[in-house]
């Protein structure tokens, strides 16, 4: 498990009493101490770009500035002040947010932080310590709402009429680069039945090379088995076609999935929890509210 950025604070102000550091360093050595697992140590943020422990272990490190217990030296480096010796003089058991409210300099910091922001309706939100550093607390607010999003975009597909189910598959699809422009995909289609979608797709905007559909809008507790997966092949070898696409508002069950991967033409299975995160990638069903941007500070402008 990897420690949350306030369980790292007492680590890296120790590390920083033995001289000044390099962010980089420190966030090597602090993972050899805790005896931090292969997985653990290059687990990566959402976006990528960034191993969870060394964000962490940043934010940690910016919070101390914070309180006046570091002060930074140059890119990067950053070393103890006396207030921090002070601190560690006091021989804590643990360092968070708690412990940093006692010093001015971070209790400005907060309020400062308030202002920019809507005031809580609750004061013990706003006073209870964080257990994640704060662009993991907006990342992991924001998979909540996809979650709710996503619940939301099934529950209206399976109430809606088969008509508009496929419209959406359809949509869907040439949302994400699928037969060209929505009005060429709609009469590539074929003709719907039994709540589904069934036709072919361009999978170029020349139709060169060309996808079958079929759509199952079930309830969440419907699951697709191993004998809709067989008749859907069949069906790909009356079009002739090689490749196929299998969408549902449900799940498939383990042996449909099972029969998909044996099966000598390659057909691909979209459950319900996929439909969905599709949907809210491609802005189809949902649309964006509101854009939040995580910004940091850029160390070469100040050199």
């Known amino acids: 498990m990897i420690p949350d950025f306030q369980t790292l604070m007492l680590p890296v102000l120790e590390a920083a009493s033995e001289g000044e550091q390099k962010i980089g360093e420190v966030v090597e050595r602090l993972a050899d101490k805790l005896h931090l697992p292969p997985e653990a140590r290059t687990a990566l943020l959402q976006s990528g770009k960034q191993t969870i422990f060394a964000n962490r272990t940043h934010w940690a490190k910016s919070y101390l500035t914070q309180a006046g217990l570091l002060e930074r030296t140059g890119r990067g480096r950053f070393r103890i002040t006396e207030q921090g010796k002070e601190a560690l003089d006091r021989a804590p058991s643990k360092i968070d947010i708690q412990f940093l409210e006692q010093f001015p300099s971070f209790r400005a910091f907060q309020n400062r932080s308030r202002a920019s922001t809507e005031e809580s309706t609750s004061s013990e939100a706003d006073q209870a310590p964080l257990a994640l550093a704060p662009d993991e607390a907006m990342r992991s607010a924001q998979r909540q709402l996809e979650e709710a999003l996503a619940g939301d975009l099934l529950e209206r597909l399976i109430a809606a009429s088969p008509d508009f189910f496929e419209r ?62 067989r008749d859907f092949f069949g069906s790909l070898d009356r079009f002739k076609a090689t490749k196929g696409l299998f969408v549902t508002t449900s799940s498939f069950t383990p042996s449909a999935r099972e029969t998909s991967e044996y099966l000598s033409k390659r057909i691909v299975l979209i459950d319900g929890v996929l439909l969905a995160k599709l949907m809210i990638r491609h802005e189809v069903g949902c649309r964006t509210e509101e854009t939040l941007f995580i910004k940091r500070l850029d160390e070469e402008f100040f050199e």
Request: glycine share 18%; net charge positive.
């Open 168 to 229: 959406a598959v359809v949509k869907l699809l040439t949302a994400m680069g699928y037969g060209g422009s929505m009005a060429a995909a709609a009469r590539a289609l074929g003709k719907s039945g039994d709540g589904g979608v069934d036709g072919v797709i361009d999978q170029d905007a020349l139709g060169l090379d060309r996808v079958y559909v079929q759509a199952k809008r079930y309830a969440s507790n419907n699951s697709v088995g191993a004998g809709a997966v």
